[in-house]
């Protein structure tokens, strides 16, 4: 298993319209700019399969991605059996869950302010991760944007 952070500034996709490519990129721009580093986003990811939320799914998912070359930063975790079972266990109390833009905008100030059933993509992540034995440090997910869970992991 590994996490997969988004990197903010891409360039416009083949085929990708304007509109769409502006509206990404001034979302994706604003969350790593308000999060002072340079993701947007964070999913977990198990072979083909990928969990996780955001503004375009709208809910907590699994599906299966081929992601674009270069646009994404992995993060290897090391996890035992007992923790990969902890991690699917947690993906199904989450899924169906609702994205949460109030939660994601405040993940840059000391203040958590969530909603029942509704969660931002750093934040069911490290949520998650919590409940393993081997990431239970991290603390509240509310408390993470993308780009600061990256430099918790990584430094």
């Known amino acids: 298993m590994k996490l997969a952070f988004y990197r ?3 360039p416009k996709g083949k085929g990708e319209s304007l509109w769409r490519y502006a509206k990404r990129l001034w979302l994706d721009w604003l969350i790593a ?3 002072l580093g340079r993701h947007s986003h ?3 990811v198990d072979g083909e399969w990928w969990f996780g939320i955001s503004p375009r799914t709208g809910k907590a998912q699994m599906r299966k991605i081929e992601p674009k070359q270069g646009r994404w930063d992995f993060v290897e975790l090391d996890l035992d059996t007992h923790d990969i079972e902890t991690v699917y266990r947690e993906f199904e109390r989450y899924r169906g869950y609702r994205y949460d ?4 905008l405040f993940s ?3 203040l958590c302010i969530q909603k029942p059933n509704r969660v931002f993509c750093s934040e069911v992540t490290t949520n998650i991760l919590n409940k393993t ?3 239970y440090y991290l603390g509240d997910g ?3 944007s993308p780009s600061a869970l990256y430099k918790r ?3």
Request: with cysteine; proline share 4%; net charge positive.
């Open 8 to 10: 903010a500034f891409q």
């Open 101 to 104: 833009y109030i939660g994601a």
């Open 42 to 44: 964070v999913e977990i």
């Open 108 to 110: 840059v100030t000391p």
């Open 133 to 135: 034995l081997r990431y």
């Open 142 to 144: 509310c408390k993470y």
């Open 153 to 155: 992991l990584t430094r």
């Open 33 to 35: 700019a308000a999060s």
